[in-house]
């Protein structure tokens, strides 16, 4: 398997974090998670803009070659070289702060790192429980709209997921607002409306949820942004989602979606529409 590390092509073996490292040390930094699927990386423009815009929010300094362009281009050189070219792959990239200082930064020069991976194709798929996690509520910031390095409230959802058998979690903000699942936007429909939480909760602004704002209104939906709680998402539909995927839920915090009066005809359409142009 090989990477990219700071635009050099080069085996993973040759890789190596030293202990100074501030990834390591502090979670000083970023990531985005991408799809390659069809012979293209999916969501391309808006997964180069978050990261420009989360580098300038965290004052790392890119390097000179840092363009759309080139960026991309290792990107696909990098499949190339790791044989997934035409095949569906998981991408990474991870920049953070290079070395210098404790918690005050001598250096805001950035390490890119890219790695690629076997993956799987986009799906819509069935989960059954969706559950409210408690432990750590989110706030806005300016840097929590973006992935950073410092992933600790997810973690602990993750675990709590696992404790009590759920399929996914909503985590909330300090006001108890819902604000996003572990991994994914949450999103719901009621009638012709698609609901979402505000960025004002401090969820990321999901690669897919910006996708879904541009692209319901096209196919007939209303979208409402907004402050709204777990009760508010006693809805019609229920779903989870991110660029790799969209689960549908059939329970929230143990109480049944709505399956006396389900989608009409029309919206499941829209819907079904909709999600076949996140592929």
């Given at each position: 398997m090989y990477l990219v590390y700071n635009s050099v092509l080069s085996p993973l073996s040759d890789f190596g974090v030293d202990v100074e490292d501030r990834a390591f040390q502090y979670g000083d930094g970023l990531f985005e998670t991408l799809r390659y699927q069809g012979g293209r990386v999916a969501f391309w423009p808006d997964h180069y803009d978050r990261l420009r815009r989360g580098m300038a929010a965290c004052r790392l300094d890119p390097?000179?070659?840092?363009?759309?362009?080139?960026?991309?281009?290792?990107?696909?050189?990098?499949?190339?070289?790791?044989?997934?070219?035409g095949r569906t792959a998981r991408i990474k990239i991870q920049v953070w702060r290079q070395p210098g200082g404790l918690y005050t930064p001598t250096n805001n020069r950035a390490n890119i790192l890219i790695t690629a991976r076997l993956g799987q194709p986009f799906t819509v798929s069935e989960r059954e429980r969706l559950g409210i996690f408690e432990g750590v509520r989110l706030s806005p910031s300016v840097v929590s709209a973006y992935k950073t390095t410092s992933a600790l409230p997810y973690v602990l959802a993750g675990l709590?997921?696992?404790?009590?058998?759920?399929d996914d979690m909503l985590l909330l903000d300090t006001h108890g607002h819902v604000a996003e699942c572990i991994a994914s936007a949450v999103f719901w429909v009621r009638g012709e409306t698609l609901w979402m939480p505000?960025?004002?909760?401090?969820?990321?602004?999901?690669?897919?949820r910006r996708q879904l704002l541009r692209l319901a209104p096209e196919l007939g939906f209303q979208v409402?942004?907004?402050?709204?709680?777990?009760?508010?998402?006693?809805?019609?539909?229920?779903?989870?989602?991110?660029?790799?995927?969209?689960?549908?839920?059939?329970?929230?915090?143990?109480?049944?979606?709505?399956?006396?009066?389900?989608?009409?005809?029309?919206?499941?359409q829209n819907l079904t529409a909709l999600f076949r142009r996140l592929v």
């Open positions: 390097p000179a070659d840092f363009t759309s362009g080139a960026l991309h281009g290792q990107l696909l050189a990098l499949l190339d070289r790791n044989e997934l070219t709590a997921k696992q404790d009590g058998g759920f505000s960025l004002q909760t401090g969820c990321i602004d999901g690669i897919l409402r942004e907004g402050l709204f709680s777990p009760e508010e998402v006693a809805a019609d539909a229920v779903f989870c989602g991110n660029v790799m995927g969209i689960q549908r839920f059939g329970a929230v915090n143990g109480l049944a979606v709505n399956q006396k009066k389900p989608l009409n005809a029309g919206v499941e």
